[in-house]
């Protein structure tokens, strides 16, 4: 089972940047799908964005393309999300999170088996 761990969250002002880092243990890192989600108070989690297994392809939410990129560095067994432009409604907590089948790209929530702890990411206006 994949242990994973995010850092990196905190509170800052609209238009700040921010870089979420999630430190993954074991030896399968490199043949799944990475996602980074976010569950803001009284709504579901949804689907920030995803990198596949060799950081080939990436995926984004509308709500933050352009804006969010996700990168991994399979070396490290580490996936980042640099967070710019932050708004206000970007506030929730963040969670990164594995794919539950290797070679495969998802970004349904469901499909995600291993999840960190969270990290909170707070944006003020």
């Known amino acids: 089972q994949v242990q994973l761990a995010e850092s990196g969250g905190g509170l800052v002002q609209a238009g700040d940047s921010l870089r979420l880092s999630c430190a993954a243990s074991?030896?399968?890192?490199?043949?799944?799908?990475m996602g980074w989600f976010r569950q803001a108070p009284g709504k579901e989690r949804e689907f920030v964005a995803a990198i596949t297994w060799g950081g080939g392809t990436t995926k984004y939410a509308d709500s933050v393309k352009g804006r969010f990129t996700i990168s991994r560095d399979n070396a490290k067994n580490t996936v980042y999300l640099q967070m710019n432009s932050l708004k206000f409604e970007d506030t929730a907590v963040y969670y990164c999170?594995?794919?539950?089948?290797?070679?495969?790209?998802?970004?349904?929530?469901?499909?995600?088996?291993?999840w960190g702890q969270g990290t909170q990411v707070t944006v003020s206006s």
């Open positions: 999170a594995k794919e539950g089948s290797p070679y495969r790209l998802d970004i349904n929530v469901a499909n995600y088996d291993s």
């Open positions: 074991g030896r399968t890192f490199s043949r799944y799908t």
